[in-house]
């Protein structure tokens, strides 16, 4: 047996934030009015992704959403791996040859033959090859300036154990990592900017979840640009009633057009190049911000952060590496997550934000600004400690980001029970008044089921949730919720959102990570073996940290109607159909 045999073949010590300890059993889907028939659902999610396909990535629709996006991307190849691994992983490639030299992924990447006006902010307002220049913007592709959540790393992972064989003949891993690390390095330098060990965002578009209701608070203090200043193409592909609104978009466009014209400068510690010395980068807003006073700790992207630097633990050990560094660092982060974020009251997570006035009611702010870490203490385990900062305050907003920790294995076991008893609450409502989990409060004053990130549903999330709670051991809920998820996305066209009540469907239809975690959700994944991870396997009713000891996945582990061993392209699974059919056509040779 080779060596990465061997490595492979070793029980793993950590369980990846996406596995369950078992593989879900298949969905019960049809024969049953209303219900579609797993296979039909299978063919017509991977339609969507092959009429999305560009040639070298997927756009999450052809109308509103025409270039490639980067959390997109990451959720899209986690599903295309079920029926073309090898397009799966050349999705993750196309994105990461967009990165800058300080190791940001953008959260976008242009096509250049879309005109200018079908999407707004284009091109021509990030600038990238020249506002980017110091902070490395390549100059043979455009992008956006600002970031979105690193689900990237896990992508990757996922990717890799969908075929083995084709991943190891084409070098994926060993390509991809040092970019992935690179990432995560800017991430953790750059942007703790409170000083606490999470990463912070400076715009609500890096968060992925762009009005929702947490952002208000931080967002009144920036002054919006004025209307004329810019044209929404939105509003041409969507309905107004479900978009966010022009007050909200004018300060959008404040908010990058002040770190663009910054230079896409961050607060803290510059990357350093490969054998040089990381230096102190001055910041292009107030307080070490990015930009305009907004500097926001979040609790979904954090998570995925921590989710990702396991599943970057994982590819090392798979290139020879132990990755216990990274583990060790992702449960740091864990402990800051919970330290800073979670309110044992509320039994959620909450957003702070770092310029909002300190709460002496909150436990885990600093009531003085000037406290500093222990300057023989690493804060967050992989930078050296600067300024603490203002600590701000929690934004007492219940959205769905405060539930998306819960797909962390490492979480306290109160903690964990005490998100599935809030999801199951009446703000959320699992499993009674919802069909699929919304982005908001359902009692909160902002709710509305139809606009955007302040009510609807969305498939990401509620896959995200879907994880977590089998892999906390409420698997009752998870099932439900696996078939919630099925049947709402194939009655609504694969919505890209939808109203959490009746599953109607809002935005765009064809959405890419819809029809792609649809298909992941399909999968019976035979590649997903248990794993070791701390604690007991909870109950539904408990929530317990699950995970029973196990072993790992071997080398030879391939997804159905994939090949391994080979350089080859996998083949198509049978019942997938013409969709798998056509995406697999491209990519021979």
Request: aromatic letters at 8%; proline letters at 9%; hydrophobic letters at 35%.
């Amino acid at each position: 047996m080779d060596r990465t045999a061997q490595l492979v073949a070793r029980p793993a010590q950590h369980a990846v934030a996406y596995d369950p300890g078992t593989p879900p059993a298949p969905p019960h889907l049809g024969p049953h009015p209303g219900r579609p028939h797993p296979g039909e659902l299978r063919r017509r999610a991977a339609q969507v992704l092959a009429a999305n396909w560009t040639g070298s990535s997927t756009v999450p629709s052809r109308g509103l959403y025409p270039h490639q996006w980067s959390w997109d991307s990451a959720f899209v190849a986690i599903g295309l791996r079920h029926v073309s691994p090898r397009r799966a992983q050349r999705e993750l490639e196309t994105l990461l040859d967009a990165q800058w030299g300080d190791g940001r992924i953008p959260h976008i990447v242009f096509n250049p033959s879309v005109p200018l006006d079908a999407y707004f902010p284009s091109p021509d307002f990030w600038r990238s090859s020249t506002a980017g220049r110091a902070a490395g913007a390549p100059r043979t592709v455009q992008t956006s300036g600002i970031v979105q959540p690193p689900v990237h790393a896990l992508a990757a992972w996922l990717v890799h154990r969908a075929d083995p064989g084709l991943s190891r003949a084409r070098g994926f891993l060993a390509r991809a990592y040092p970019r992935l690390a690179a990432w995560h390095r800017y991430l953790l330098h750059r942007r703790d900017l409170g000083g606490g060990g999470l990463v912070s965002v400076v715009h609500p578009w890096e968060q992925g979840m762009d009005n929702a209701p947490s952002w208000d608070a931080p967002l009144s203090r920036v002054t919006p640009a004025p209307a004329r200043s810019f044209r929404r193409a939105d509003l041409d592909h969507g309905a107004p009633e479900d978009r966010p609104t022009d007050l909200d978009y004018g300060r959008y466009v404040r908010l990058a057009a002040e770190y663009r014209d910054g230079g896409y400068r961050d607060g803290g510690t510059a990357v350093a190049p490969a054998g040089g010395r990381a230096a102190a980068v001055p910041s292009s807003g107030p307080s070490g911000t990015g930009g305009g006073g907004f500097a926001v700790e979040d609790p979904s992207f954090n998570a995925l952060l921590i989710a990702s630097e396991h599943a970057l633990a994982h590819i090392a050990h798979e290139l020879g590496a132990t990755g216990t560094a990274r583990h060790a660092r992702a449960e740091r982060l864990t402990a800051a997550l919970v330290e800073r974020l979670w309110d044992p009251a509320e039994e959620m997570f909450f957003c702070r934000d770092l310029h909002g006035p300190h709460d002496r009611r909150d436990p885990h702010g600093l009531s003085d600004p000037h406290d500093r870490c222990d300057p023989h203490d690493r804060c967050d385990g992989s930078v050296e400690p600067g300024p603490r900062g203002p600590a701000g305050a929690l934004v007492p907003e219940r959205g769905v980001s405060g539930l998306v920790p819960l797909l962390l294995p490492g979480l306290p076991r109160e903690v964990a029970a005490g998100l599935v008893r809030t999801l199951r609450g009446p703000h959320f409502g699992l499993g009674t008044a919802t069909r699929l989990v919304p982005s908001y409060d359902l009692r909160g004053e902002a709710f509305d089921p139809h606009r955007y990130w302040r009510g609807p549903a969305w498939f990401n999330t509620t896959w995200l949730l879907e994880r977590g709670l089998r892999a906390h051991g409420a698997r009752a809920d998870a099932d439900a919720l696996r078939r919630a998820v099925l049947e709402v996305a194939a009655g609504s066209d694969f919505a890209e959102y939808v109203d959490p009540f009746t599953g109607e469907a809002c935005g765009a239809t064809g959405f890419s990570w819809t029809a792609a975690l649809t298909l992941d959700l399909l999968h019976d994944d035979g590649t997903t073996a248990p794993t070791t991870a701390r604690g007991t396997t909870g109950t539904a009713g408990t929530a317990g940290t699950a995970s029973s000891t196990g072993t790992a996945s071997t080398a030879g582990a391939t997804a159905p109607g994939t090949t391994s061993g080979t350089g080859g392209t996998a083949g198509p699974d049978s019942a997938a159909g013409a969709g798998a059919t056509a995406i697999e056509g491209g990519d021979r040779g």
